[in-house]
């Protein structure tokens, strides 16, 4: 492919500066003064506005970022209450727990207690009703004696 020529760059002359001279100040008219004043008003107020503006948003931002904090704090003293009372509710259900371990404790301790009375006094029964059964026996095994009856008198 054919590249196309470069054209060569035209050579320019120098020229002479020449110092521009400086411009008398023209006074303004009244009326174009009053214009600027109105002008500088209005940009003061407009900057203002823009302040006041500013300032508005970031109050509503703190505003709202109270908000979240105070909502925040309530759920976290909610949650805080619901653990506590989880706790108490574990606390109440250990000690009544407690209370009927000791009064099974008790009840086994009179139980023991009582089977051994029960022994003692099976044994001791079984003992005096052997003997009172032995001399029944023996009594019986005896001859009997017969006592002679009086007779009336006439």
Request: no cysteine.
């Amino acid at each position: 492919m054919a590249r196309p020529k470069k054209k060569a760059a035209k050579k320019s002359v120098a020229k002479k500066k020449t110092v521009a001279k400086k411009k008398v100040a023209k006074k303004k008219p009244a009326a174009a003064k009053k214009k600027a004043a109105a002008a500088k008003k209005k940009a003061a107020a407009a900057k203002k506005k823009a302040a006041a503006a500013k300032r508005k948003i970031a109050a509503a931002k703190k505003k709202e970022a109270a908000a979240k904090k105070k909502a925040a704090a309530m759920k976290s003293a909610e949650a805080k209450k619901a653990m506590k009372d989880q706790v108490a509710a574990v606390q109440a259900d250990l000690s009544a727990a407690r209370e009927e371990l000791k009064t099974a404790a008790k009840r086994e301790a009179a139980l023991m207690k009582m089977s051994a009375n029960k022994e003692a006094a099976i044994g001791k029964f079984v003992e005096k009703w052997t003997k009172q059964q032995l001399s029944k026996m023996e009594k019986s095994l005896k001859p009997k004696k017969r006592k002679a009856k009086k007779r009336k008198k006439s």
